[in-house]
């Protein structure tokens, strides 16, 4: 139980800092807010015959490249905490190893609750009308708050790896942003070369923007290629791929977090 | 570390006199004797035996085989250059780092097999253990005071009291990041002492403060000392270690080279001297004045107009000299007494300087600029 508590209160820690520094809050809001209007106005032409235009199609993947950026912003976080010098002073008092890292991913996954709702607004300002019902728009946002939770352990584990805040970012930076264009996020995969399709088609960004696609009740018009098994079963390979990954990071951080200083 | 080798006018330090305490300089016969007949028998509240810590697959031996004990309600200083490996031996005893051998217990609890019983005694400060900047000193002791499981009215009242305590109640609510140097060590100590610690480990608190900070906190940690803490200090001034604690390790290259009280070890190296400035006219009628107070020995340096001579007892050589300085109508133009260096220290105990080494580095201590 104080393993839960603790975490708690690492968590509060990070909201506490929200509150005293509000600019991260805000630009956490405003760079996917800006995305969603650029997209939304410079690409609205790709959504020709889309119902209700490329709109539907592209919230579902503004919202997957967000979530997916939360991954530089755990490592950097934590790799922040490591230069100061604040993880040895956790790591000095009498709570569990799981505290510190089960805490900043709890953080980072509350803040992407405001996040995600503020650019669900901004969304149905530019257009975007969900039509699944309550229940499944409820279920997609869920799973995208899942998804960067998962991903929030990789950034743990970079940020643990790296002790360097600049330069885990501009890594996670350089892994997360390929990976959310090569992907059917923001256009068909139908128009790269072959075997990006193929990568296109497997890639984790892939299967959860189709599969929010699929909750907020939209035809995934942007990855049907090859007709593999994750393009067929978004849902079940998303939740498999998260699962994975949670599978291989939470230990691997938890354990590299407990030897963290040699 | 030219603060200590600055002239400190008027300083009387006399808390050691009178203190049995042996000081040995073969390093090996002092490591090769076991603990529990090394000293009289009293209760320790650390006790580190043999440590051993390497680096790169054996090629930086950061500990070799160090030895150390701190008698509870003590102040243990622990003096030594850059990389001798102070914060390797702090980091192992407050758990943060596994020894490659030998073993040390805290409170009578083993650091190795159960880290988190010690966790729950001690308290760690330093270079490296800190506070969240972007937080107010409020905010991080009661947040650390919950991490302590106390109650969330407990922790904020003991935040309350350790504010009051180390005079940061008007700035409580401020970003630490606002803070000043010399407030924020002040802080980063308090939240070491929310649990009321069995043991304290502080590395290095003055490193990186300017003078008037240094003073500061000198006299938070003596207000500490006074309450009977046990503490284990780590630092880079004889003149901290005189200050504050009881017996003085100085360690080098892994291991204590020696071990005293701070006047035994400064009498090892030569003690005090007594410096004086005058105008270059009275110096041919000083000098006698200085020999016949401190029983010869002076040393006249005509470029700077300044006559030096040991003494043995500092402040009344000094005031006895003023006294016929004032009769003979001579007039100093500055007065002091030179306490010796760490490097004096060295120079004796070891016949080399107190170098740098890269061991400290290896050992994953962040280099860090002052804290501001």
Redesign the interface.
Known sequence: M?AI??AL?IT??QL??LI??PEVLIFNTIQPVMFVLLFRYVFGGLGAGIPGGYVQLLMPGIFVQTVTFTLAATAQGLAQDM????I????????ARS?LVMGRTLGDGLLNIVVLFVMGIAGYVVGWRPTSGPIHIFLGFLMLLFFGYALSWVGIFAGLISKDARVVANVSFLFTFPLTFLSNAFASTTSMPKALQYFAEWNPVSTMVAAARQLFGFHNRFGVTAHSYPSEHPIVTSLFYMVLLMAIFMPLSVAKYKNS?? | MSFFGHVFPYRVLNKHLGREIFIELSSKSYRSQEPSTRYYDCMKSVIAENLVKTYRKGAVRALDGLSLDVEEGTVLGVLGPNGAGKTTVVRILATLLKPDSGHAQVAGIDVVKDPKSVRQVIGLSGQYAAVDETLTGWDNLVMFGRLYHLSGDQARSRAKQLLEQFSLTEAAHRPIKTFSGGMRRRLDLAASLIIHPKVLFLDEPTTGLDPRGRMEMWGVIEGLVKEGVTLLLTTQYLEEADQLADDIVVIDRGHVIARGSSDQLKNQVGGERLEIVVAESDLVIAQPIIDRVTHGGSNVDRGLRKISAPVSNGTQSLIEVIREFDTAGIHALDVGLKRPSLDDVFMSLTGHAAEEAVAEEAAGKKKKGDRK
């Open positions: 104080n508590s603790d209160v509060k820690r506490q800092q005293r520094v230069e100061k010098g604040l040895d002073r956790f790591r000095s008092l009498p709570i505290a200083s040699k």
